[in-house]
């Protein structure tokens, strides 16, 4: 299972950081990282990292502005928010894949991806 947490409201300009751990039955991870969905959008990539390698990936709409960590002992991934704007307000959602491109990279589409942790609201206001 993915537990995530640390969602949360905050004016723009501010801060907030998601954490997602991994347990019981999820059995080599290749890619873990980050998806959203607004309020009548569809689920869209945020960010995602290669488990082997470290190699991170982002939507440019969030590029300069979050991070995405891992810790390896703990199967835990941290989305840092910096800058956030209220087009940033959605459910995000943690999602890890058990394969990954062989050639480098990630998969964009949420259906490469078999796990998916319970979202967590972000909302920014302005």
């Known amino acids: 299972q993915l537990q995530a947490s640390g969602g949360g409201l905050v004016q723009a300009g501010g801060s907030l950081r998601l954490s997602c751990a991994a347990s019981g039955r999820i059995f080599s991870i290749k890619l873990m990282g980050w998806f959203r969905q607004a309020p009548g959008k569809e689920r869209e990539f945020v960010s995602v990292?290669?488990?082997?390698?470290?190699?991170?990936y982002y939507t440019n709409s969030v590029k300069g502005r979050f991070t995405l960590s891992r810790d390896n002992a703990k199967n835990t991934v941290y989305l840092q928010m910096n800058s956030l704007k209220p087009e940033d307000t959605a459910v995000y959602y943690c999602a890890a894949a058990r394969t990954a491109p062989n050639s480098g990279g990630y998969y964009s589409g949420s259906r490469g991806y078999d796990y998916w942790g319970q979202g967590t609201q972000v909302t920014v206001s302005s």
């Open positions: 990292i290669r488990w082997s390698g470290g190699n991170t």
